[in-house]
């Protein structure tokens, strides 16, 4: 490539009816300012791009790891709902045997006072009967003594 001190440095033949001298150098002068100015804001654009570059590398890096942060954070949440709805199912299912359970030890406990209600109430039909009996053989007693 060409650069601007080549063009400073480039020298041309003298010929009869060439071109005059003065003006070449002064446009050649022309030229190279030019064209340093343009091969300086090339090397700088260049600079800029590379720089560009990394940060894009740095920002698909972070987007790579964002990326997989979402998907950890996404299973994670998944885990969780599913631990919460088995640990639910658990809960659910030892309250409904806790409560059949319950349920059949109070209707055992029902039928046990209805038992004991029998037999208090046969007792009581005794003790009714001995009692007629006891008063029956009183005024039997008392019927004599007349």
Do not use: H, W
């Not at 100015?37 to 090397?43: H, Q, V």
């Not at 979402?70 to 640990?87: F, G, M, N, P």
């Amino acid at each position: 490539m060409l650069t601007p001190i080549d063009i400073q440095r480039q020298d041309f033949e003298v010929k009869l009816r060439g071109y005059n001298a003065d003006e070449v150098d002064d446009f050649l002068d022309l030229v190279g300012r030019d064209y340093e100015k343009l091969y300086k804001e090339n090397a700088e654009l260049k600079e800029q791009i590379k720089q560009l570059n990394r940060s894009i590398e740095q920002y698909k890096a972070m987007e790579a790891t964002l990326q997989q942060s979402i998907v950890l954070a996404q299973t994670a949440a998944e885990d969780i709902k599913k631990s919460a709805a088995e640990k639910a199912t658990v809960i659910v299912n030892e309250a409904q045997s806790k409560s059949e359970n319950m349920y059949r030890q109070l209707d055992q406990d029902i039928q046990n006072k209805r038992n004991e209600l029998a037999s208090v109430q046969v007792e009581v039909t005794g003790y009714k009967t001995r009692i007629k009996e006891i008063c029956s053989a009183l005024l039997e007693m008392l019927d004599k003594l007349e």
